[in-house]
């Protein structure tokens, strides 16, 4: 499967990086790419800069389309053109998987309205107001509803991810590659140790 990674400047780094460590790591079933408005090199605050694609190749859908957040979404809300573009590309994605505040560009669309969907417990007011019509599920570590996978805030894209494997591959599979990047997997996407922090 192909996952299409969008990108914008000021992007939380792991919540790039937490979930494509995962795909990455199981090349003979996934193919990890990074993709951008307009192509080319993105950075964020940390310092990390990538190489991006545009969207061409992608405009009809991905297989997988995550969509990270971090502070480069409080200016990329009001990015009309990217935010059609995202419209666009996760109405014919198999999947959408959102990290931390990359759900409210997702809530933006409209695509969310009428579904349970969660984000960062420490943005979640901010969120909630880019998707009114959404279900918001506070408590949740991470939540799915039909193609649509969201989940809270920065390491909380690695326990999604995590899930996503166990629904396409089993839990076996899933706890063994927990396991094998030494990660203590959070199991119940009900609940998020965060919510009351």
């Known amino acids: ?16 990086f937490g979930p494509v460590e995962i795909f990455g790591r199981l090349t003979e079933e996934y193919q990890v790419s990074f993709h951008s408005l307009s192509g080319g090199l993105i950075e964020n605050a940390h310092g990390v800069s990538i190489m ?16 990270p957040g971090g502070y480069g979404t409080r200016v990329e809300i009001n990015n ?23 759900t409210a560009l997702l809530a933006k669309t409209g695509l969310l309205d009428n579904r349970k969907a969660t984000s960062n417990k420490r ?3 901010w969120v909630t107001t880019q998707g009114l019509n959404v279900n918001w599920v506070r408590r949740a570590r991470w939540v799915v509803d039909d193609k649509y996978y969201t989940s809270s805030g920065v390491s909380a894209g690695m326990d999604m991810t995590l899930g996503f494997l166990q629904d396409m591959h089993g839990i076996d599979f899933a706890r063994e590659v927990a396991h094998t990047i030494e990660f203590t997997w959070q199991e119940n996407k009900d609940e998020d140790d965060f919510c009351d922090h």
Do not use: H, P, Q, W
């Open 52 to 67: 991006t694609k545009d969207f061409t190749g992608i405009e009809n859908g991905a297989d997988i389309f995550l969509i």
């Open 80 to 102: 009309i053109v990217l935010i059609d573009k995202i419209r666009e590309i996760s109405a014919l994605s198999k999947y959408v998987l959102t990290v931390c505040t990359g």
């Open 1 to 16: 499967m192909k996952v299409a990674v969008l990108l914008f400047d000021n992007f939380e780094t792991l919540d790039v």
């Open 123 to 125: 943005a979640f007011d």
